[in-house]
Nanobody, 117 residues
Framework: QVQLAESGGGLVQPGGSLRLSCAASRIIFSINAMGWYRQAPGKQRELVASITSVGSTNYADSVKGRFTISRDNTKNTVYLQMNSLKSEDTAVYYC???????????WGQGTQVTVSS
């Protein structure tokens, strides 16, 4: 029933690192792209990073050079390695997947990332 399973969020001090994982159910076919969004209090949800099935990536300017998105297509899993975390990275991070075949966009439940001393 769970189509996107997120993990890896938590509390970390500024400058620390976290690695988020998102595993898509194999029920989801022909995933064209996966990505991570985040929503901080008082702000709109924004795209953090995305990756296509062929490995093309995009990053928000605010995380470029600090975050790295990767994927394992055989596992239908996407990762977000977050380094040099800042307080402004504090947000709920949501995994997203898109399937053109299913004509559907899928969202995870979100995982909280809190960067604080």
């Amino acid at each position: 029933q769970v189509q996107l399973a997120e993990s890896g969020g938590g509390l970390v001090q500024p400058g620390g690192s976290l690695r988020l994982s998102c595993a898509a159910s194999r029920i989801i076919f022909s995933i064209n792209a996966m990505g991570w969004y985040r929503q901080a209090p008082g702000k709109q949800r924004e795209l953090v990073a995305s990756i296509t099935s062929v490995g093309s990536t995009n990053y928000a300017d605010s995380v470029k050079g600090r975050f790295t998105i990767s994927r394992d297509n055989t596992k239908n899993t996407v990762y977000l390695q977050m380094n040099s975390l800042k307080s402004e990275d504090t947000a709920v991070y949501y995994c997203n997947a898109y399937s053109a075949r299913a004509r559907s966009e899928y969202w995870g439940q979100g995982t909280q990332v809190t960067v604080s001393s």
